[in-house]
């Protein structure tokens, strides 16, 4: 008999559910989130499971890492692609777990990459230095602000971002209250520009693109760090058919659904990687500034469109020529991209 397993997973507990091969449901149980335990209740089913469903949620790690070890297959389910039936009344973690181990039987689950547990680490080390130069970001626009409020100026911020000279305390030095804010925000701005420093130094040492995507750097606006970023967000290329399944994760594509040439709303944006999206958004502005091509490609859209549109568009762009890139071991070739 073939059985079919979801766990709909949370912060203290997760619900068990399994199903056999005719959708009857055979065995539920809710279980204190304890590797040990959830093993203990699935080792009388062991034989018969062909599949253990989990959501792919903040903190599935431990849960698929551990029931892997055990030798049991695991489905991670995209929560993002999972539609539940709009006209129901009443919904618990009883019903999404058997919803996740029935969706697996009837083989309509929306799946998601299993990211390797040895590269994970590196890759979370990443995102925590996008973390740290988001919060950075917000303090130096803070600044920035208070300094064109009271001064009628804008102070650049590769001068706020200076660790051996600040810049910041001659623009509000004649009010106290002011150059307490001034020096609080540019040592808050400091301590993150060194802690970030420090990540991209640990991960120099530590961390090399791989042949397969050493080229990514011929990509305009794309250097080592962001080439980092797209090769551990990005996992083995093969694992996208087609580009635009490629720009679509990287959450470049337009969520715009049309019917009879009627827009009928917008898709899920947040289905994709939001850390690949940041990335290309981040590589079209540095290709806007530095690139010539990238530049009269970014300018061609905006005579047509607004600002938004543009970027968006450049970065798709890039995230399609680093699909080719990274699919094909080729350099980067604009004429491919920007004509």
Known sequence: MKLYSGIDLHSSNSYLAIVDETGKRIFKEKAPNDIRAIVQSFEPFRNDLVGIVVESTYNWYWLVDGLMAEGFA?????????????????????????????????????????????????????????????????????????ITRNCGTKMKTNDIKRLREN???????????????????????DFFTKQIYAIEGFLEKKLEL????????????????????IMLETGPIERFEKVGNYASYCRAVSTQWISNGKSKGK?????????????????????????????????????????????????????????????????????????
């Open 74 to 146: 695991l489905h991670l389910a995209n929560p993002s692609a999972i539609q539940k039936y709009s006209g129901m009344k009443y919904a618990d973690d009883k019903h999404d777990a058997f919803w996740l181990a029935e969706m697996l039987r009837l083989n309509i689950l929306p799946t998601g990459y299993i990211y390797p547990k040895d590269t994970r680490p590196i890759r979370d080390l990443l995102r925590k230095r996008g973390h740290l130069v988001s919060l950075r970001s917000s303090l130096l626009i803070s600044l920035q602000n208070i």
């Open 167 to 189: 810049r910041v305390q001659p623009y509000l030095a004649d009010n106290e209250d002011l150059a307490l804010a001034g020096q609080v925000s540019k040592d808050s701005i």
């Open 267 to 339: 898709g899920n944006k947040k289905n994709g990687n939001k850390y690949l999206s940041w990335a290309f958004s981040e590589a079209a502005e540095f290709a806007r500034r530095y690139d010539d091509k990238a530049r009269a490609f970014y300018n061609r859209k905006l005579r047509k469109t607004n600002f938004m549109i543009a970027h968006a568009s450049l970065a798709h762009k890039l995230a399609r020529a680093a699909y080719h890139v990274m699919k094909d071991g080729v350099d980067f070739m604009p004429e491919k991209i920007f004509t």
């Open 210 to 229: 791989t042949d397969a995507y050493k080229k990514l750097v011929t990509i305009p606006g794309i250097g080592k760090i962001l080439g980092l970023t």
